[in-house]
Each structure stands twice: as structure tokens, then as C-alpha cells.
């Protein structure tokens, strides 16, 4: 007999991610309780919720940040187990200890194995160390710079300097020749202390042109490790994604496998557990691990469309002790799949665009997921990510699953604030997007912005 689930979950989020977390909860048959803002006792995750509870003001900080009011949440209502989404508290380590210190379960991974990740350096050393491959660069933290002209020196220009608590493209600067390093790594090292209070940097060989690949993969308790492929989520503008897909256009399933067996051969030996995603950067046929995200990420949903898989639903069986129960042969890749992220936003400026929302009718039909926490006469707050839908379509090709994207996309209506609908649907009539031929770049061409990075 399979260990038992939990009796209730509360879900330490808002938004399209805090309802998505519901669904899975009701298909396992576990209770839901909701926490929220005073801005979003209106929100759709807290309507749908079997509880909720009011834990602060609209700032984050002082609600779905407020550990303190979220514990004594969880405490009144009887939660066992927290579920943190994606943002927010997701990758507080100290959250994750305070969570487990409080006799409930963290839907994570180990706060140790979380602390580990969220230091970069950290990260790339335990990679290296069990065979995955990295960009070029410093060994480890660069002290001074000095050791930055010397590392630069050996590695060729161009490079970068990146702070060692960063992600994100915080406190990350290129250097393109001796003239520019001591500059780079000054500013680095002043933008780190002031966004992280961690001013640590270590150096890497600049790549010009790179697709950002990703890889999933659940582990459970038992040392047991799937990954489920690749998402390429190269199109972004100022390090905010727009489009992701699955599989990657610029990757063929020779390539799949061996990334695939390198990372699974990897976190096993680490003995990590429950969801992660490892960053590369993919130029001229090469892989190199930048980075490791120890959460559900917003981009999930394209990699359950072509796995056929619930990842949520992993996330808690694998937190509750249950064992994974299949094996890398049971996984299997079908069709493609294709997530547009919909924010609250002018589709040109990227102005966000707050405000009540009068009109609402999504997209369906075959092959059409919406996952959004928008109804007609709900309020986006001005306090939160604007990302207010994610439209997800799955067919068999990649032209099919386009044709799909720009057929749903035609379907939805929003009225009362502005979309990045129109966005999506010009990307979608692009020749270059259509071909797969684009790098991280892309976007920021196509929408006119000053490339970043
Ligand atoms: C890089 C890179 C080029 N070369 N590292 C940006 C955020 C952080 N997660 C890593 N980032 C990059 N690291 C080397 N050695 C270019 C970027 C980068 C980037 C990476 C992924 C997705 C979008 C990006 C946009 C600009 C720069």
C-alpha cells in the first residue's frame, strides 16, 4: 500500500499557479486552503478554494511574503503540508526549514538542496563535480580585480561577470576587452550587494547568440530520477519570458537523451528530490549548465501537454513518500506543445496595465489549455506579476501547434485592460519564428527594444 497523501494542502500563492495547485489537490482528493491579500479577497483562487485565509495588506511583503501570518494560516486551519508555487517564497530556504520545523511538509526539495542552488557558485561546482558540462569561466568566486583580468585573460574575451547570489540578469555585466574587465567587475560586484546584499562574483566566457534550454525533472525520496525533456524559453524581453516550447525546434531526441541521461545521472547521485529545472545555454551544438531552478516553474504546462503528466500532482505524491513508480522508458514525447504568456500589459510600450477586467471569454476547443485566474469583473491588482493567463496549445507538429496558437489566439477576448494577445499573434505570423531560427536575442529585436545583455 502507497503511502498516504495529505488531508490538506495550503497553497502559499495566488494567481493562475495557486488555482492550477487546486486542480491537482481536488483530483487527489485533498482539501485546498487559500491565503491572500486584501487586494485579492475577490481572486478566483481564494472563490474556488475549500478555505482561505486573509494573511495582510496588498504589498507582497506583507502578505504572500509574510512567513509569520502564512504559518499561523497553515496552524489554524489544520494544513499538513504547504505548497509554495512558483515566485514568492518558493526558493526560501529558510521558509522551507521554518515549514518543517512546524511538523508540515514543504512540496519541495530540501531546504539544503535548495540553499545549494540558489548560490550560483555553489550550483556550478556540483555540477562539474558530477559530469555536467559548463561555460568556460572563473573556478569558483573571483576576489578582486586583478583575478578578474587574469581569469578574462585565460578564458578570452568577450566575458561576463555575474553575481554569485544572482539569476535573473541582476548584477550581470559584459566585459568585450582588457579595457572594459576592472569597470565590469566594479559594477558587478556594487549592482550584487545592492539587489542581494551578496556582493560575490564569479566570471564566464560570454556566449553572443545562445538558446536558453531547459530540462524537467521529478526525483522522489528513493533516489529514483525522470527528467521529461526539454522547453526552449529563448523568447524573452529583459529576462521576463514570453513564449516557451516543447521540445526545443533547435533540438533533435539523440540530443534529448544524452542531456538527459547526464542530468538524471547527476541529481541522483546528489540525491535531490521532488521538481527541478537545470538552465543551459545551447550555442553551436554545445550545452552549458548556467543554473538550477528548485521550483515548479511557470512554464510547466508545455512539458505536461507533451509527456502527458501532472507535475503537480508528482510534486505532492513525491512530498507525501509515495515512490515515482515508473522509469525513463515510460516517458514519452508527443507532438509539441507551445505556452504564451498573457500579461496585463501594453502589447508595444509594456506598460502594465492594472485594472477590472469587464469582458472575459477563453479559448477551447482541441489541444487548447488555458490556465488563468481571470473572470469577467475580477480586479488585477497593480501589486503583482501582470502575467494574468497562460495559453497553452499541443498538436502533433510544431506547424500544426502554431496554426493551433494563432486559432486560440483569435478566440480570446479580454476587455477592460490591455494584453500581450496582439504580441503573441505577431509572433506567430513571423517567418523566423515560424522557421525555429532564433536565439535569446530574438524578442528584443522584434519588439524594437535595446538588446539587454
Ligand atoms: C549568460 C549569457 C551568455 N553567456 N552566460 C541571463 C540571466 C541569467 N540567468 C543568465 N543569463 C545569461 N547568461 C554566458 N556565459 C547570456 C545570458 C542571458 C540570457 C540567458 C537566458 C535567457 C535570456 C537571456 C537574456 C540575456 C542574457
Excluded at 109 to 120: F, N, T, V, Y
Aim: glycine share 10%; hydrophobic share 45%.
Amino acid at each position: 500500500m502507497a503511502a498516504p497523501l495529505f488531508n490538506k494542502i495550503l497553497i502559499a500563492n495566488r494567481g493562475e499557479i495557486a488555482l492550477r495547485i487546486q486542480r491537482a489537490c481536488r483530483e487527489l482528493g485533498i482539501g485546498t486552503v487559500a491565503v491572500h491579500s486584501t487586494a485579492d479577497a475577490e481572486a478566483m483562487h481564494v472563490r474556488l478554494a475549500d478555505e482561505s485565509v486573509c494573511i495582510g495588506p496588498p504589498p507582497a511583503k506583507d502578505s504572500y511574503l509574510n512567513i509569520p501570518a502564512i504559518l499561523s494560516a497553515a496552524a489554524i486551519t489544520g494544513a499538513d503540508a504547504i505548497h509554495p508555487g512558483y515566485g514568492f517564497l518558493a526558493e526560501n530556504a529558510g521558509f522551507a526549514e521554518m515549514v518543517e520545523a512546524h511538523g508540515l511538509t514543504f512540496i519541495g526539495p530540501s531546504p539544503a538542496h535548495i540553499r545549494m542552488m540558489g548560490d550560483k557558485i555553489a550550483a556550478k561546482e556540483a555540477m562539474a563535480r558530477l559530469g555536467v558540462p559548463l561555460v568556460a569561466g572563473s573556478d569558483g568566486a573571483v576576489a578582486d580585480a586583478g583575478g578578474a583580468r587574469a581569469i578574462a585573460a585565460r578564458v578570452g574575451y568577450p566575458v561576463l561577470v555575474k553575481a554569485a547570489a544572482g539569476g535573473g540578469g541582476r548584477g550581470m555585466k559584459v566585459a568585450r576587452g582588457a579595457g572594459e574587465i576592472e569597470e565590469a567587475f566594479r559594477v558587478a560586484r556594487a549592482e550584487a550587494r545592492a539587489a542581494f546584499g551578496n556582493d560575490v562574483v564569479y566570471i564566464e566566457k560570454y556566449l553572443d547568440r545562445p538558446r536558453h534550454i531547459e530540462l524537467q525533472v521529478l526525483a522522489d525520496a528513493y533516489g529514483d530520477v525522470v527528467h521529461f525533456g526539454e522547453r526552449d524559453c529563448s523568447l524573452q524581453r529583459r529576462h521576463q519570458k514570453i513564449l516557451e516550447e516543447a521540445g526545443s525546434p533547435a533540438l533533435n531526441a539523440a540530443q534529448r537523451v544524452h542531456l538527459g541521461e547526464t542530468v538524471t545521472g547527476a541529481l541522483g547521485r546528489l540525491g535531490y528530490r521532488n521538481a527541478g529545472t537545470l538552465e543551459f545555454l545551447y550555442q553551436d551544438g554545445e550545452f552549458a549548465f548556467i543554473e538550477m531552478n528548485t521550483r515548479l516553474q511557470v512554464e510547466h504546462p508545455v512539458t505536461e501537454m507533451v509527456c502527458g503528466v501532472d507535475l503537480v500532482a508528482e510534486q505532492i505524491r513525491i512530498a507525501a513518500g509515495q515512490r515515482l513508480g515508473y522509469t525513463q522508458r515510460d516517458v514519452r514525447f508527443e507532438g509539441h506543445a507551445i505556452e504564451c504568456r498573457i500579461t496585463a500589459e501594453d502589447p508595444e510600450s509594456f506598460a502594465p496595465t492594472p485594472g477590472r477586467v469587464s469582458l472575459y471569454h477563453a479559448p477551447g476547443g482541441p489541444g487548447v489549455r488555458v490556465d488563468s485566474a481571470l473572470y469577467a469583473g475580477c480586479m488585477v491588482p497593480p501589486n503583482y506579476d501582470s502575467l494574468v493567463a497562460k495559453l497553452i496549445v499541443h498538436a502533433r507538429t510544431r506547424p500544426e501547434a502554431i496554426a493551433r496558437a494563432r486559432r486560440a489566439l483569435e478566440e480570446f477576448a479580454v476587455a477592460g485592460i490591455k494584453t500581450t494577445v496582439p504580441l503573441h499573434q505577431r509572433i506567430m505570423e513571423d517567418a523566423s519564428f515560424q522557421a525555429g531560427d532564433y536565439t535569446i536575442h530574438w524578442l528584443e529585436r522584434f519588439v524594437g527594444d535595446a538588446g539587454v545583455g
